[in-house]
C-alpha cells in the first residue's frame, strides 16, 4: 500500500520536456539531430561566367540545379529585356571549334562537368529565333526527299502528322541521304549514305542498299551531345562548312569525336533537327509548351509572343486639343505614328545641329542608323553569316551592315528558305538630295530606318519580310 501511495504520488507530478533528449536515450534507438538532416531549402550554390555577342561578360552565384532556361530567364530580369522565348544558352568550345544551343531543360553544372580543366570554353547568352520553329512548320525543316514514313502511313502526312510521328514511341520517320563522314583516326573524310532510326545513326556499305546486312552502326545519342561545327574546314579540313559531330559526356579529345559533314545548309538542318527529336523527344515538345501555360484558349502553333503587358494595354492617343482623347481609327493611329516619327526625326537633327555640327542636317540620313541594333557597321560577309547563323536560320532574320566591297553603299543581309542573301543598298542623289534605295530607285527612302521600317511591313522585292534583327547584346 505504502509503494501503491508513493507511485500514485509521482504520477500526479508534471512530466517536464527533456531539452536534451540525445544525451539520455538509449543507445538501440535510432535518434538523428535536426542539423544532421538535410534541408529543403539549402542547396550548393556555384559561380558561372555568361558571355554577350559583343564578349561583355556577367558573374552569376546559381544553385547547382540551375537549368539553362532559368539562367535564361535570371539575365532576361537582371538587364530588362523582352522574354519572347527565342533566348538561348550556347556552349563553345572553343579549342576544337564546337557549338551548341543547350536544351532549356538541360542542367548547367552538369553541362560544365564535361569541361576539361586546360580548355577555355564559354557560355553564351543570345537569341536563337530557330529553337522551336519545326514544331511551328515542320514540312520545311524535313524537306521530302530526306524523310520516309512507316508503310502502314498515308502518302500524304499533314503538318500535325509529322509532329505526331516524331513524337510518337511506336513510329518514327526514316531520315536518309549522303553525308561525308571523317575517318576514324585519319585525315580523309568518306562520302556515304547514312539513315536515322529510333534504334541510332546507321550508314550502307553498299551503295544505298537499305538491307540489314549492309547497314553498319555509327553512332548513339544517349552518352554523346550534337554539336554544329562552326570552323570545320579550317581545324578538320571539312570539304563543306556545313558540319555537324557527336561528342561523348567524358571525351578525351578529338580523337573521340564523331564527325559528318552535309552538302547544303538545309540537309543539316534537317538531321540535326532529326536527332534532336529522337534524343529529347516530348521533353522538347514541353520546353515549347512551357511559356505558353496559363493563357487559356491559345494554341502555340499559331499564337504570337507577347512583348509585355504594358506594350499590350498602351492606347494611341491624341494630346493637341483642349482634351485628350484616345484614337480609336487604325488608319488615323498609323498616321500619327508615322509623324511621330518624323517630328522624331526631325528632333534628332536640332539635337545634332545644337552640338556644334555645321551639317548635321544634311549628314543625317547617313548617320541616325548607327544607334540601331541591327546596324553593324564594317563586319564581313562571313561573320554576317555566322551572326545568322548563330540566331537562328529563321524566315527575317536580318541585319544592315558596311559594304567592304564599296565605302559608299550598304548590305542588308538576310534569312530565307534555310539560305543567308546578300542585297545592296545603293545610295541615290536626287535634285541635291541623297536617298537610298534597293530595288534601282523605285522605293526610296531618306535614311536606313525608313527603309528597314518599311520592309518589316513589306515584302517588295525581298524573298520575305525582315521580321528578327540580330543585336549584339551588352551583359
Same mark, same amino acid.
Given at each position: 500500500?505504502r509503494r501503491k501511495k508513493k507511485d500514485d504520488n509521482i504520477l500526479e507530478i508534471p512530466s517536464i520536456p527533456n531539452p536534451f533528449p540525445e544525451l539520455c536515450c *538509449?543507445?538501440?534507438?535510432? #535518434?538523428?539531430?535536426?542539423?544532421?538532416?538535410?534541408?529543403?531549402?539549402?542547396?550548393?550554390?556555384? #559561380?558561372?561566367?555568361?558571355?554577350?555577342?559583343?564578349?561583355?561578360?556577367?558573374?552569376? !552565384?546559381?544553385?547547382?540545379?540551375?537549368?539553362?532556361?532559368?539562367?535564361?530567364?535570371?539575365?532576361?530580369?537582371?538587364?530588362? @529585356? %523582352?522574354?519572347?522565348?527565342?533566348?538561348?544558352?550556347?556552349?563553345? /568550345?572553343?579549342?576544337?571549334?564546337?557549338?551548341?544551343?543547350?536544351?532549356?531543360?538541360?542542367?548547367?553544372?552538369?553541362?560544365?562537368?564535361?569541361?576539361?580543366?586546360?580548355? !577555355?570554353?564559354?557560355?553564351?547568352?543570345?537569341?536563337?529565333?530557330?529553337? @522551336?520553329?519545326?514544331?511551328?512548320?515542320?514540312?520545311?525543316?524535313?524537306?521530302?526527299?530526306?524523310?520516309?514514313?512507316?508503310?502502314?502511313?498515308?502518302?500524304?502526312?499533314?503538318? &500535325?502528322?509529322?509532329?505526331?510521328?516524331? /513524337?510518337?514511341?511506336?513510329?518514327?520517320?526514316?531520315?536518309?541521304?549522303?553525308?561525308?563522314?571523317?575517318?576514324?583516326?585519319?585525315?580523309?573524310?568518306?562520302?556515304?549514305?547514312?539513315?536515322?532510326?529510333?534504334?541510332?545513326?546507321?550508314?550502307?556499305?553498299?551503295?544505298?542498299?537499305? !538491307?540489314?546486312?549492309?547497314?553498319?552502326f555509327f553512332c548513339e545519342f544517349s552518352n554523346s551531345d550534337m554539336y554544329m561545327s562552326l570552323t570545320g574546314k579550317k581545324i578538320f579540313g571539312a570539304p563543306t562548312?556545313?558540319?555537324?559531330?557527336?561528342?561523348?559526356?567524358? &571525351?578525351?579529345?578529338?580523337?573521340?569525336?564523331?564527325?559528318?559533314?552535309?552538302?547544303?545548309?538545309? &540537309?543539316?538542318?534537317?538531321?540535326?533537327?532529326?536527332?534532336?527529336?529522337?534524343?529529347?523527344?516530348?521533353?522538347?515538345?514541353?520546353?515549347?509548351?512551357?511559356?505558353?501555360?496559363?493563357? *487559356?484558349?491559345?494554341?502555340?502553333?499559331?499564337?504570337?509572343?507577347?512583348?509585355?503587358?504594358? !506594350?499590350?494595354?498602351?492606347?494611341?492617343?491624341?494630346?493637341?486639343?483642349?482634351? &485628350?482623347? %484616345?484614337?480609336?481609327?487604325?488608319?488615323?493611329?498609323?498616321?500619327?505614328? #508615322?509623324?511621330?516619327?518624323?517630328?522624331?526625326?526631325?528632333?534628332?537633327?536640332?539635337?545634332?545641329?545644337?552640338?556644334?555640327?555645321?551639317?548635321?542636317?544634311?549628314?543625317?540620313?547617313?548617320?541616325?542608323?548607327? *544607334?540601331?541594333?541591327?546596324?553593324?557597321?564594317?563586319?564581313?560577309?562571313?561573320?554576317?553569316?555566322?551572326?545568322?547563323?548563330?540566331?537562328?536560320?529563321?524566315?527575317?532574320?536580318?541585319?544592315?551592315?558596311?559594304?567592304?566591297?564599296?565605302?559608299?553603299?550598304?548590305?542588308?543581309?538576310?534569312?530565307?528558305?534555310?539560305?543567308?542573301?546578300?542585297?545592296? %543598298?545603293?545610295?541615290?542623289?536626287?535634285?541635291?538630295?541623297?536617298?537610298?534605295?534597293?530595288?534601282?530607285?523605285?522605293?526610296?527612302?531618306?535614311?536606313?530606318?525608313?527603309?528597314?521600317?518599311?520592309?518589316?511591313?513589306?515584302?517588295? #522585292?525581298?524573298?520575305?519580310?525582315?521580321?528578327?534583327?540580330?543585336?549584339?547584346?551588352?551583359?
Amino acid at each position: 500500500n505504502r509503494r501503491k501511495k508513493k507511485d500514485d504520488n509521482i504520477l500526479e507530478i508534471p512530466s517536464i520536456p527533456n531539452p536534451f533528449p540525445e544525451l539520455c536515450c *538509449s543507445p538501440f534507438a535510432s #535518434v538523428l539531430s535536426a542539423s544532421l538532416l538535410p534541408k529543403a531549402t539549402s542547396r550548393k550554390k556555384q #559561380v558561372i561566367k555568361v558571355y554577350s555577342e559583343d564578349d561583355t561578360s556577367r558573374a552569376l !552565384e546559381v544553385p547547382s540545379d540551375i537549368t539553362a532556361r532559368d539562367v535564361c530567364q535570371l539575365l532576361i530580369l537582371k538587364n530588362h @529585356y %523582352i522574354d519572347d522565348h527565342s533566348w538561348t544558352l550556347f556552349e563553345q /568550345l572553343t579549342h576544337t571549334g564546337l557549338g551548341r544551343a543547350i536544351e532549356d531543360h538541360e542542367l548547367v553544372m552538369e553541362v560544365q562537368s564535361n569541361w576539361a580543366m586546360e580548355e !577555355e570554353n564559354k557560355l553564351y547568352f543570345r537569341k536563337n529565333y530557330a529553337k @522551336y520553329e519545326f514544331f511551328k512548320n515542320p514540312l520545311t525543316f524535313f524537306p521530302d526527299h530526306m524523310i520516309s514514313f512507316p508503310s502502314e502511313t498515308n502518302a500524304a502526312v499533314s503538318h &500535325s502528322g509529322v509532329l505526331q510521328m516524331f /513524337l510518337s514511341s511506336s513510329t518514327y520517320p526514316e531520315i536518309h541521304g549522303y553525308l561525308h563522314a571523317k575517318e576514324q583516326g585519319k585525315k580523309s573524310w568518306k562520302k556515304l549514305y547514312f539513315l536515322l532510326r529510333r534504334s541510332g545513326l546507321y550508314f550502307s556499305t553498299k551503295g544505298t542498299s537499305k !538491307e540489314p546486312r549492309h547497314l553498319q552502326f555509327f553512332c548513339e545519342f544517349s552518352n554523346s551531345d550534337m554539336y554544329m561545327s562552326l570552323t570545320g574546314k579550317k581545324i578538320f579540313g571539312a570539304p563543306t562548312n556545313y558540319g555537324f559531330c557527336f561528342k561523348p559526356n567524358k &571525351s578525351g579529345g578529338t580523337r573521340d569525336l564523331k564527325q559528318l559533314c552535309a552538302d547544303d545548309e538545309q &540537309s543539316r538542318t534537317c538531321w540535326m533537327t532529326a536527332i534532336r527529336l529522337l534524343k529529347y523527344g516530348m521533353q522538347l515538345y514541353q520546353n515549347y509548351m512551357q511559356p505558353y501555360q496559363g493563357r *487559356s484558349g491559345c494554341s502555340p502553333l499559331n499564337v504570337t509572343p507577347m512583348r509585355s503587358i504594358s !506594350e499590350n494595354s498602351l492606347v494611341a492617343m491624341d494630346f493637341s486639343g483642349h482634351r &485628350s482623347r %484616345i484614337i480609336e481609327n487604325p488608319t488615323e493611329a498609323l498616321s500619327v505614328a #508615322v509623324e511621330e516619327g518624323l517630328a522624331w526625326r526631325r528632333r534628332g537633327c536640332l539635337r545634332l545641329n545644337s552640338h556644334g555640327s555645321p551639317i548635321a542636317m544634311s549628314n543625317m540620313g547617313t548617320s541616325i542608323h548607327r *544607334s540601331q541594333s541591327w546596324f553593324h557597321h564594317k563586319i564581313s560577309r562571313e561573320e554576317a553569316q555566322r551572326l545568322i547563323l548563330q540566331h537562328g536560320l529563321v524566315d527575317g532574320v536580318f541585319l544592315v551592315r558596311d559594304s567592304q566591297s564599296n565605302p559608299k553603299t550598304f548590305v542588308l543581309s538576310l534569312s530565307h528558305g534555310l539560305k543567308i542573301k546578300h542585297f545592296q %543598298i545603293v545610295p541615290l542623289e536626287d535634285d541635291g538630295k541623297l536617298f537610298y534605295t534597293l530595288d534601282d530607285g523605285h522605293t526610296r527612302f531618306t535614311d536606313l530606318i525608313q527603309l528597314v521600317e518599311f520592309y518589316q511591313l513589306n515584302k517588295g #522585292v525581298l524573298p520575305c519580310k525582315l521580321k528578327h534583327y540580330c543585336a549584339r547584346i551588352a551583359l
